[in-house]
């Protein structure tokens, strides 16, 4: 009989510890399954998405063996985007909270390789990080993996699918030959497979269903006439009225465009794509998770990798070119128990593109005609909360205790009103209840943070 429970497991008393202390009750299917086999330091083939506790069970694989007196990179994980990078890393600090000594560090492109290389002096056992970047570190000699042991190649499909294919090799040129590969992808396509015959040595493969409860989505397809896209996404809005929802596009430029088209009808709407800088990309999420904007445009890649828990909705804009892609993307909405909502527009030229997303759960696709839904014209989604910015973060000292405090001390604002604080290097934001917001934007502009005057603007 097979069993659930992590203490199962021969790893370490401290993992077992943080594990238990995150809440993790019980092994999800893809831990009890590539557990076992990558505690056998066996190299490991995985399809599995996000939210399926994939990061957790390479983490764990890794900690697991990871010799903290030594002053060597003992563990390298690859990963997509900076997002990904970020939560990957939080994940491997959060389980080896109980592992004393244990340098973790995040290596991403669009940050300053000044502040990377001092890091760097002080030998991380484990390092997370971009393609690109790493590779500068590799050859500039400021990185070395002579004593690395296990490399993992997160959301692999994603990496070859923004051209890291060439960057990854070279990385890999300065990696062992004896080493265990892990690697995790959401799809399989043919060169995936072949990724891993070039890098692998005899993987096991595992593999997580990529179909999601379907009953905990309810899914519906609208077909819309040419030229009425815009006309019925807004239709759809104001029918279901989704507290949070993530609408996909299938070109960037699009993202942009739509943004602006929802913005001047009175929607709270920011987009997400590759053309924005980093800043203004942790902005837009910033917004988006803290509730002061009720719609994300994004397409697939913009959007891989975010942790948004509790969407409300997810809508396409435009149908996946593939139905797997599909069910990826609806995949976001609906999870931690809730029911969770998925809505495609399609052309009538796209009808085989709905019946192979049909054939591919397994389940035929519920149609509505769009003259069932609900407009109501005046009706406007509100978010509740509204973000201010303030020009001073980690680097000034400012913590979240801090602006709680400067925005509830006169006592005109309360604990419940202020929501997520979000501290960078050198910006802050905070969320604030949106009817009270000027009021906040006041109090911070007259008085001070921790002693200190800083800039402090709403953000729209
Ligand atoms: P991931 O697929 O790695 O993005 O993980 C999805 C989420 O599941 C993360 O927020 C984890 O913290 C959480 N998680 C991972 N493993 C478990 C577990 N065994 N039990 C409950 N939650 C978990």
């Known amino acids: 009989m097979t069993t659930s429970a992590f203490a199962s497991l021969p790893i370490k008393t401290e993992l077992l510890t943080s594990i238990a202390s995150l809440g993790y009750e019980q092994m999800t299917p893809i831990q009890a399954q590539a557990l076992p086999v990558l505690l056998k330091r066996q190299d490991l083939l995985a399809q599995a998405k996000t939210g399926s506790g994939k990061t957790a069970a390479f983490a764990i694989g890794l900690l ?31 389980l080896a909270k109980t592992i004393a000594n244990i340098k973790i560090l995040t290596l991403c492109g669009g940050q300053p390789m000044s502040g990377q290389l001092a890091s760097l002096e002080r030998h991380p056992h484990v390092v997370v990080g971009t393609p690109g970047r790493i590779l500068k570190h590799v050859q500039k000699g400021s990185l070395q993996f002579g004593g690395l042991e296990t490399l993992v190649l997160d959301e692999a499909d994603r990496m070859l699918d923004m051209g890291f294919h060439e960057d990854i090799m070279l990385i890999l040129d300065s990696i062992p030959r004896k080493r265990q590969t892990l690697l995790f992808s959401a799809t399989y396509p043919d060169e995936i497979r072949a990724v891993s015959d070039l890098i692998q040595h005899e993987p096991i493969e595992i593999r997580i269903e990529a179909t999601h409860d379907n009953k905990k989505i309810k899914q519906v397809f609208y077909q819309f006439n040419k030229g009425e896209r815009s006309k019925t996404l807004v239709a759809l809005l104001q029918h279901y009225r989704p507290e949070s929802s993530l609408i996909f596009c299938n070109r960037k430029q699009q993202c942009q465009e739509l943004a602006d088209d929802l913005w001047q009808q009175g929607f709270h709407v920011l987009a997400l794509h590759g053309d924005l800088e980093q800043f203004e990309r942790d902005q837009v999420l910033v917004q988006f998770s803290n509730q002061s904007s009720s719609i994300l445009v994004a397409t697939d890649v913009a959007a891989r990798g975010l942790d948004i828990k509790e969407l409300a909705a997810v809508i396409n804009y435009d149908l996946s070119t593939d139905a797997e892609a599909h069910i990826h993307r609806i995949g976001r909405t609906g999870r931690a128990g809730n029911v969770g909502l998925a809505l495609s527009l399609f052309l009538q030229s796209e009808q085989w593109r709905v019946d192979g997303i049909g054939k591919f759960q397994g389940k035929a696709v519920t149609i509505e005609s769009t003259n069932s839904l609900k407009t109501r014209e005046n009706f406007k989604l509100i978010p509740p909360m509204a973000t201010l910015f303030i020009n001073g973060g980690r680097k000034d000292k400012v913590r979240a205790g801090d602006i709680l405090g400067a925005l509830t001390a006169s006592q005109k604002l309360q604990g419940k009103d202020i929501g997520r604080i979000d501290i960078f290097d050198k910006i802050s934001y905070v969320a604030v209840a949106r009817p009270l917001v000027k009021q906040a934007l006041k109090i911070l502009t007259e008085g001070k943070i921790k002693g200190r005057k800083f800039r402090v603007r709403k953000l729209r």
């Open 64 to 94: 697991e063996k990871l010799d903290v007196q030594s002053y060597q990179t003992q563990a390298l994980v690859l990963c997509p985007t900076r997002e990904l990078a970020d939560q990957v890393s939080k994940e491997i600090r959060q």
